[in-house]
């Protein structure tokens, strides 16, 4: 049997091992954090230029397809309806039509739980954006 003091640096090893396949596998922090795709998302809070509605409900699904009623509205560019997956903390969204400058299919990932950046998809040429989760004062939901 070891020793109380053995022990410690056992503990402290198995810790730092765990930390170590946890961030080799893509983990850290991303780790805590489950995507959450309600409440509206826009570019700028002080001065909204771009809207993007991905899903009404508040369920905590981390694999599907976005509703229909999913869309990106841009200030004097219009709305155009959004198709898209989510996959976990990556999307892929394709705009129904060009709003300006953002056009095309674009492929996102949560940064954290409240910021998604997008990039136009290989061969895109549209403008590279990232959206900020809008909380209007509601609380956000928790998902496990």
Do not use: W
């Amino acid at each position: 049997m070891n020793p109380p003091r053995a022990r410690a640096p056992i503990r402290h090893l198995s810790l730092l091992l765990a930390v170590a396949v946890l961030m080799a596998c893509g983990g850290g922090t991303e780790a805590l954090f489950v995507p959450f795709f309600s409440f509206v998302f826009q570019d700028n809070l002080d001065n909204p230029t771009l809207h993007m509605s991905l899903k009404p409900s508040d369920d905590c699904s981390s694999k599907g397809t976005l509703p229909a009623s999913a869309n990106m509205d841009v200030v004097n560019g219009g709305t155009a309806a959004l198709t898209g997956t989510y996959d976990g903390r990556d999307l892929s969204i394709t705009l129904s039509q060009p709003l300006g400058s953002y056009q095309g299919t674009y492929s996102g990932h949560f940064v954290d739980r409240d910021n998604i950046s997008f990039k136009p998809a290989p061969g895109g040429t549209g403008q590279p954006f990232t959206v900020t989760r809008n909380f209007n004062g509601g609380a956000l939901r928790s998902c496990p």
